[in-house]
């Protein structure tokens, strides 16, 4: 609800600070700040007047939350008649502040709005700072599949697959050219130099049945020469050669390769 | 292994999307002790701290989280083209009350308000600030709230301790309620 | 103005949600000059190429990109198995405004959740929890959202009528989402 303020400085105008009270006890501990007053000693006739007034401007401005505000200022008006009532004889007994009523909650509610300014005053995430607020899939490369060497076994198996697939295929022998293993061997080295890598297959392709024997002969030999190196995903998948660039390659255990 | 301790956590902390707590570092980290752990973190957070860097590394909510740097807030507005998210001064203080007195019910919330706050609890609740802890065993069960974790990472706290207490709230005299008014 | 400048690059290159182009970066920060720009992005580089750091600053697909160093791929394949859910927080707050206010546009998502969810509504999609249900007539035809059949599935809803309170909403996303990416 926005207060009014009456604006005092003479010139007859009269502002509405759109500034909004919280509530009963937010215009009480305004008054307060208002008049620099020591909240524990509130001059309760004049903070009543004022809460009235205020109550009534509230009103004036139609505006539809005075109803919140009126058990307070019945709370004011009553302190305020009490406070008129003489102080008890009773030579021991100190009578109560009637104030006391409205000193603890607007103390305590003082005390709480401290309390929120001090956080409103934190750094805010979404507000001051910000992180990042999408799921990190992108930011690393989808994982690469784990290689394995493959074992003789495997080379054997794959190559009996080869050779389970080229009965089918007609081959024309007489434009083909018979090599020896020595140039097979030079022949794999140099297509692995153009291409880092080669599917397994891919050496096989268009063969004759002949020819398949020696490419494979050709694949361990350079294998036993540690200069290709053949591997498949852990899970077993497409084969793949290799040039070997570098002594110790980066593979697993290959205590099992040829 | 330090440097690379270093730069492993780091990489954590850039993809992780919660602040991450010391035990799941070292869950993540074989080999890693926690101490080992903690003293990389706080390296880092050093690192961090130099003004050429975008980001902080802050501790809140129990773990670590790479959080912007407060002074980029204006061109992070500007890249996300959307107004950051805001909270009414009631729904502040609202939340002021339930983070210093939980578990609290909503009726010593209005009590020490003042006004009626449904409404404010509701979206306080939506935006996972709030929570219910539990129920009142008086007639009609009434509800008990309590701030959230997600609360802890909003207003950077480690956790509730990191608030100071109401009572270093006390030397309230007109003075000093005055300066208060002045800068809220 | 150029350690500013890399640190401001750094925030928002640690904010963004795909390949970041000078033209953006130029865009979000008035008043450097390309030229500025694309030598402060260069230093950063050089800064990341350290072996301390957890990050690499990388040109992809027309932008630059912080991703983790390809060597800690082991520690982040740990990392996200004991990563309890997949879905971010702020994935989660969006899918249940969509569950809960479907159908529902872009527009109104970003209003109540008060950020950009471009990125996030793509990864939901992706995800195969939302999916576009029709287009809403109105100047440039924006794109109303739903749930899938994969929602209700993944959350084991018979229907929409179904879904849980909000705040149960939230308490039980955590575990089932958990047991989806198990078998997913």
Not at chain 1, 34 to 40: A, F, M, R, S, T
Not at chain 2, 155 to 179: M, R, V
């Amino acid at each position: 609800m926005p207060p009014a303020t009456n604006d005092a400085s003479g010139d007859g105008s009269f502002s509405v600070r759109l500034e909004p009270f919280e509530g009963p006890l937010d215009l009480l501990l305004f008054l307060v700040r208002k008049n620099e007053l020591d909240i524990y000693d509130i001059p309760i006739a004049r903070v009543t007047k004022q809460y009235l007034e205020y109550i009534d401007l509230i009103r004036t401005l139609n505006l539809d939350q005075a109803g919140d505000f009126l058990a307070m200022a019945a709370t004011l008006v009553h302190i305020k008649s009490r406070m008129l009532l003489p102080e008890p004889a009773g030579p021991e007994e100190e009578a109560e502040d009637p104030r006391q009523e409205i000193i603890q909650p607007l103390l305590e509610y003082a005390r709480l709005k401290e309390a929120a300014a001090l956080l409103e005053k934190r750094h805010l995430l979404d507000r001051d700072v910000f992180t990042r607020d999408f799921v990190s899939d992108e930011l690393f490369d989808p994982e690469e599949e784990e290689l394995v060497r493959v074992s003789l076994f495997d080379l054997l198996s794959a190559f009996k697959e080869v050779i389970a697939h080229s009965t089918g295929k007609v081959l024309l022998a007489l434009d083909r050219f018979e090599c020896t293993l020595e140039e097979k061997v030079s022949d794999i080295l140099e297509r692995l130099g153009r291409s880092r890598n080669l599917l397994f297959t891919e050496l096989f392709t268009d063969l004759h049945r002949r020819e398949l024997v020696v490419t494979f002969l050709a694949i361990l030999e350079l294998l036993k020469l540690n200069l290709i190196q053949v591997v498949q995903p852990a899970q077993g998948g497409i084969m793949r050669v290799y040039l070997v660039t570098q002594p110790s390659p980066a593979y697993g255990s290959d205590d099992n390769t040829t | 292994m330090t440097t690379q301790l270093k730069a492993i956590i780091e990489c954590l902390l850039y993809l992780a999307e919660e602040p991450l707590p010391v035990k799941r570092l070292r869950e993540t980290i074989p080999g890693a002790e926690t101490r080992e752990i903690v003293s990389a973190v706080e390296e880092l957070q050093q690192d961090y701290e130099s003004e050429s860097r975008g980001m902080e590394l802050r501790e809140v909510a129990g773990g670590y989280q790479l959080r912007s740097r407060p002074e980029f807030k204006d061109y992070i507005k500007r890249f996300r083209r959307v107004e950051p998210s805001r909270l009414s001064r009631a729904a502040m203080e609202t939340l002021a009350i339930i983070a210093y007195k939980q578990p609290i019910l909503k009726s010593e919330v209005e009590r020490l308000r003042g006004v009626e706050v449904g409404g404010i609890l509701r979206t306080l609740m939506e935006k996972g600030l709030i929570r219910v802890v539990g129920r009142k065993n008086l007639p009609g069960r009434p509800i008990i709230y309590g701030t959230t974790k997600k609360f802890l990472g909003v207003f950077e706290l480690k956790d509730l301790s990191e608030l100071p207490t109401l009572e270093e709230f006390t030397q309230i005299t007109g003075e000093t309620l005055h300066a208060y008014r002045e800068d809220s």
